[in-house]
């Protein structure tokens, strides 16, 4: 059983490769997604809504096995791979939500005193209400990696060898279940509530600072 | 592609039926249950209080998966052996209660002090003012975030997959891996997934912009 | 009108019989909040039928006082006696039934009103009835409708408290308070959130409880109400009763430099 812990924890770092890198994908991808849901232009506002609605209405597990079998045929994406992909298309969701409320959350009077000022749209989005968007999106998100992290155990479904993985594998060689996977469960608890605390504190901080 | 999806549909239909099921039971349990933690975090016993909050990280800690895995796997060491139906619902429970708890808690924080003072000051006892005065107040704040939990329940229950549950995405893996036309199965799945979350979302949405006038 | 002096003369011969103790004693009260001393040994004598206002300045301890009469606050330390017996053992530690006894006896009505916006008006006045005295629901309506004729609202039964004027809704809750037959009533600046024409009417409706006999305990910034209506005036600051007397005596001619003060400050606006 103790021996087990050592294999256990060889599978934190590929859970938080799996959560930064499917964090980063989101990151990333959702500022243009974000700024397609806000676009003047019709369609593409459409396909944008559609495609957080749907991507947000399936379950990361089903968009998992959508990538390593549904794609098989096609191409073997390693499973790590796929679940860095698979993840990151659900991020890139979530996280152009986050991003959608910032913008807003901008007062319309913002671009308005950009534009008297002569700035460029570009300029007045990412040096105007980018810098300010960024304290109402920032704690949202912080808390989506949280449930990035948890997520991340669905990974093990298509044979990733995260900590949910070899939790499983442990078992399956013949040891007892219930104290292997609740050493799994605390070795996620022990990354994730620093992390959630971390979001709090970062949400409460950028509360107060943006309410003087 | 979609003559075999009709001819897919009932199976997934079935698997659907599962995944349903377990929502309702999931939820039937799991919302009594963040009730319940919900009293247990805000109780003025500091042992009761504490213990509550353990057991609420630990369920929000914890991803469900692994949650399920020790009910499935781990439980039956200790003698209580489930099936993967029960174990999903189990599992699905606890970490319903765990996440409503917060739910429960900032509504029953959100009826004024005054309120319940009001109710003190006239003598009415402490089940009397939960049951007349706190709690059908709570309930406006507490009902839109609870329906809206409930989509995210059912997408849970896609993890049964991984305990053999014969739910929807299972039932597409079966067929997938009798036709091995994984995608285009999952796809079909997958489309029946979001198009039950986006109409109870969207349904969520009308009656919340409703009743905020 | 109700000629108060008169009424106060009549008790104070009811109550010269000596062994009948003061309806309410509150006895050494002592509260403090983290350490900070709110109230400082208070001791007050409160007969049968007197109405007792209370004045001073914010921060004074007012509320407070009057929130450990029902045990919205449980005191530090101290006894609370009704009737020259304590209603609770240990101050500091009320049992269940201690609470439920003493707030049957102990009506209170708040600054902010806090009727329960769920329910009509009528259910506000009857719900309390139902629980705590076990009357019949037709019973309850019958007495809420009746006090609420009598504070002028027979016909707001039916309307949710939310769409009475401020006004309307502190006589309802005047109203909720007396459905439940309580010996002493406390308000706590029950006029302080209304505007003046509405405050009037929540004033009227107190005078005219005062007429009847009701012991009354009121915190309030409306001086020409103490000064009215009260049979005794308690000038309260930093936790203490600085003095206490007639309303003509502690309005009129004030023994303390710090009641004067104060009279002076709020009397010139
Ligand atoms: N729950 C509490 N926790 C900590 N301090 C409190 C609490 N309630 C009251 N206090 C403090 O006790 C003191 C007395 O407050 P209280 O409300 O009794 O004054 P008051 O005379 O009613 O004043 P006001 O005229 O403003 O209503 C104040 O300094 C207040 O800050
Ligand atoms: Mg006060």
Known sequence: MIEAIP???????????????????????????????????????WLATAYIE????????????????????????????????????????YLAENYRAGIQAVAGGQWEGAGALGLSKGDTFWRVIAPQGIGVALPPSASYAVGLLKDSAVASVIGVSDIAFRALTLNQQGNPGLPIFLAAGVVYMVVSVPMAVLARKADTFIRTRSAV | MFEQWIQWLPGLLTGLQTSLAVT???????????????????????????????????????????????????????????????????????????????????????????????????????????????LPQALRAIVP????????????????????????????????????????????????????????????????????H | MIDNQQKRTEGAAGTTDAQKAPQLQPKDIHKEFNGNTVLSDISLDVNAGEVVAFIGPSGAGKSTLLRC???????????????????????????????????????????????????????????????????SRKEAEERAMELLTRVGLGDKADARPSKCSGGQQQRIAIARALALDPEIMLFDEPTSALDPELGGEVLAVMQELAATGMTMLVVTHEMSFARRVSDRTVFMADGRIVEQGAPEQVFGAPREARTKKFLEAVLER
């Open chain 1, 7 to 45: 294999f256990l924890l060889q599978g934190l770092g590929t859970t938080v490769i799996i959560t930064f890198g499917s964090f980063l994908i989101g990151a990333f991808c959702a500022v243009p997604l974000a700024l397609a849901r806000l676009s003047d232009i019709a369609p593409l506002r």
């Open chain 1, 54 to 93: 749907v991507v947000r209405g399936i379950p990361p597990i089903a968009w998992m096995l959508v990538l390593f079998y549904g794609l098989g045929r096609y191409v073997t994406l390693p499973p790590l791979l796929a679940a860095c992909l698979a993840l990151g298309a659900v991020s890139t969701a």
């Open chain 2, 24 to 134: 309702g039971l999931s939820l039937l349990l799991g919302l009594p249950l963040g009730l319940l933690f919900a009293f247990g975090m805000i109780s003025r016993t500091r042992i009761l209080r504490q213990a509550t909050i353990l057991i609420v990280e630990l369920g929000r800690g914890i991803p469900l998966l692994v949650v399920l895995y020790v009910v499935y796997f781990g439980l039956p060491d200790g003698g209580i052996v489930l099936e993967s139906f029960a174990a999903a619902v189990v599992a699905i429970a606890f970490n319903t209660g765990a996440y409503t708890s917060e739910i429960f808690r900032a509504g029953l924080l959100s009826v004024p002090r005054g309120h319940i003072e009001a109710a003190q000051s006239l003598g009415l006892n402490w089940t009397d003012e939960a049951r007349y005065i706190v």
């Open chain 2, 145 to 212: 975030p609870l329906m809206s939990y409930s989509v995210i329940v059912f997408q849970a229950t896609s993890l049964g997959y991984a305990i053999a549950l014969p739910e929807l995405l299972n039932s597409a893996y079966q067929i997938g891996s009798v036709t091995f036309e994984f995608l285009s199965v999952f796809i079909l799945a997958g489309l029946i997934y979001a198009a039950l979350s986006i109409v109870v979302s969207r349904f969520v949405d009308a009656i919340h912009s409703k009743t905020a």
């Open chain 3, 69 to 135: 009469v029902n045990y919205l606050e449980t005191p530090s330390s101290g006894d609370l006696l009704i009737d020259g017996k304590p209603t609770v053992k240990i101050a500091s530690k009320p049992t269940r039934n201690e609470l439920m006894n003493l707030r049957r006896q102990v009506g209170m009505v708040f600054q902010s009103f806090n009727l329960f916006p769920h329910i009509s008006v009528l259910r506000n006045v009857a719900l309390p009835q139902e629980r705590v005295l076990g009357r």
